[in-house]
């Protein structure tokens, strides 16, 4: 059904307030995030930017249940196994199916405590977690998405059936008979005796098995909620990197890109519409963006959010300038700020020596010594920076830009370089070379091309994504 545009935002409003979720905690922001509230359509907390996943910590919200009652219905329809899904127990909120009670046991005694999902234990909150996480709702059924076209709810029908056909399977955990000779894991490569539990995948064949702890999803190494798991090139994985084998994921809305283009920027990608300021949401198209935390910025948000002030002239460091960062101090990547205390021999690509929060070309000029009348300064140190030239030139010029800056007097006060009391041996090893940081980016944002996907995964994975 079409839906006009004042119905469709009418009926977004009610969602959100409907939200099974809505004023839920946060588990990582405590309470810096007076509960969740949905973006419009990042499907991420308003208040706290976290994910919902961060927030859901009361039992499997209703809609997520029936979700995964429909995947694991759809599972059992394709399924060559003979499971069910898992039935809860009074004590655990999930248990592998057709276990005995002690076998129960010895499987959840092979994983880590916090991952056991004990009623009402921090393992059932990281199980509920990994269920929203790893088998993304939108990325199955149109419902959960934000826009799209009817061409494209049809193609991730498409494209959710055939990954449920092909590549969807559940683990099903078997104690290994004691009357064979044992497996060799294949995540850990290690052995499995006779009498130890263990998880078989139909898909993988039917010699293969795996550690309990040890079946986990090859991209990002959790363990496979509920034993879920897609089979693909030899690797097992969650729902959430599967489809990511497959199609490029929206940075920005977390949903499959399902359009003919989408914006690509240092290996992630984005709806051509999403790809906008995290702060203002101006577009960004064609237009320069600063990446923080894999999410783009615009300029002036930028600037407003995150300036960094240089620690010799107290100056602001513009988003153009090149930046020297060093354990969370900053300078202009110029001769005249990034340079030496005491001397200002530029240090830019040279090692130098950190201390008490100033940088220095030498030990000696780290222990205040005059440099002008110790021509060894440091032989020893000399061979590690054969291009050592002393030039005072005009370094002085900046500094009476700032006051307030650590440097200001140090060439008519000598004392306030505080001589070091570590022993010089030890001064002699914090030797460090640094590398220049550009933040800005230029340029590398492009507009790739993704095929409509195809009825084979064959060709699906041949159209290359990544
Ligand atoms: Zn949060
Ligand atoms: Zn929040
Ligand atoms: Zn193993
Ligand atoms: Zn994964
Ligand atoms: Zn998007
Ligand atoms: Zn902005
Ligand atoms: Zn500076
Ligand atoms: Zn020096």
Known sequence: ??????????SNRS???EDPDRGQPCMRCGDQCPGFRVHGWRKICVHCKCVREEHAVRPVPGQLEKMMTKLVSDFQRHSISDDDSGCASEEYAWVPPGLKPEQVYQYFSCLPEDRVPYVNSP??????????HQLPAHDSEPQYCNSLDEEEKKELRLFSQQRKRENLGRGVVRLF??????AICQQCGRQICGGDIAVFASRAGHGSCWHPQCFQCASCSELLVDLIYFYQDGQIYCGRHHAERLKPRCQACDEIILADECTEAEGRYWHMKHFCCFECEAALGGQRYIMRESRPYCCSCYESLYAEYCDTCGEHIGIDQGQMTYDGQHWHAVDSCFCCARCQLPLLGRPFLPRRGLIFCSRSCSLGEDPNNSDSCDSALQSRSPHHNRRYGTAEK?????CGSPLHNQRTDPVTLHPPSESQSAAATLWTRMRMKMRMRRGCKRVRKTRRMKMRA????EAGYI
Request: proline share 3%; aromatic share 6%.
């Open 1 to 10: 059904m079409f839906l006009r545009g004042s119905k469709k935002r009418r």
């Open 15 to 17: 969602q959100e307030e």
């Open 123 to 132: 393992g059932e909150r990281y199980r509920i977690k990994q269920l929203l």
């Open 177 to 182: 008979p004691v009357t064979m000779t044992g």
């Open 398 to 402: 900046h500094h009476k830009l700032q």
């Open 458 to 461: 064959r060709e699906v994975s």
